[in-house]
């Protein structure tokens, strides 16, 4: 059974600081997700990664995947209070469907002045 | 443009009782994909249409719930029986069947149902 686990869970930040997220999954994937989630709002898609050493950047936030390990990181840069809302990361199963995205349990992030 | 729609907003309804939750997916999507989220918890997996037929239902957790989307476009998510453990919020996603090869999936606001 593929488990999707992210820490931390909770995350209290001061604006300025730079932090990262964690994302381990335990069998093999062929793409990995970011979302970001205000409460009470829908999930909003950051970022798909499709292969081992893929990067990509948006603003503040950085997303890197490495395949071999069953590891994705979430890099915040110099956070902002804008940023606070909890991010998950889903993966989609080596040879699964199209909709069978496995997500973990969401790292809630609060970023103070 | 407008983006996925659900209704109801919010349901609460009493054990023992059938609801349907509609699902509009943003025009054009071929895919829909039912998602389950509890408290503190990320999405669970429920159906994935890929237009009129389920793709892969293999989340559903039993035969009380059953979705359909009979003209390829609208979703319907039926709950027989409902029971309290069913209380979560259920979400609706669409995509593009490829979108460069990479399929993003488009949330709606979700339907929160309490089941009392």
């Known amino acids: 059974e593929l488990k999707v686990e992210q820490n931390p869970l909770f995350l209290s930040m001061q604006e300025g600081k730079n932090y990262t997220i964690y994302c381990n999954y335990s069998?093999?994937?062929?793409?990995l997700y970011w979302y970001r989630q205000d409460p009470g709002k829908s999930l909003e898609s950051l970022f798909v990664?499709?292969?081992?050493?893929a990067v990509k950047q948006e603003g503040r936030l950085m997303a890197s995947l490495d395949t071999k390990a069953r590891l994705s990181t979430l890099h915040i840069t110099a956070a902002v209070h804008d940023l606070s809302a909890t991010y998950f990361c889903a993966v989609r199963p080596y040879g699964g469907s199209q909709g069978n995205l496995i997500f973990g349990k969401g790292t809630k992030l609060s970023v103070k002045p | 443009g407008a983006g996925v729609s659900q209704t109801p907003s919010n349901k609460v309804t009493e054990k023992g009782k059938y609801v349907e939750l509609r699902c509009d997916p943003i025009?054009?999507?071929?895919?829909l994909y039912w998602y389950r989220q509890s408290l503190g918890q990320g999405p669970e997996f429920l159906i994935y249409?890929?237009?009129?037929?389920?793709?892969?239902d293999s989340g559903l957790p039993n035969d009380r719930f059953f979705a359909v989307r009979p003209e390829g476009s609208v979703s319907t998510l039926k709950i027989q029986r409902t029971e309290r453990g069913d209380s979560a919020v259920y979400l609706c996603a669409s995509s593009l069947t490829f979108t460069r090869g990479v399929e993003t999936q488009y949330f709606g606001p979700g339907t929160r149902l309490l089941v009392l």
């Open positions: 990664l499709l292969s081992n050493g």
């Open positions: 069998t093999t994937s062929d793409r």
């Open positions: 025009s054009g999507h071929t895919a």
């Open positions: 249409f890929q237009g009129t037929g389920a793709a892969d």
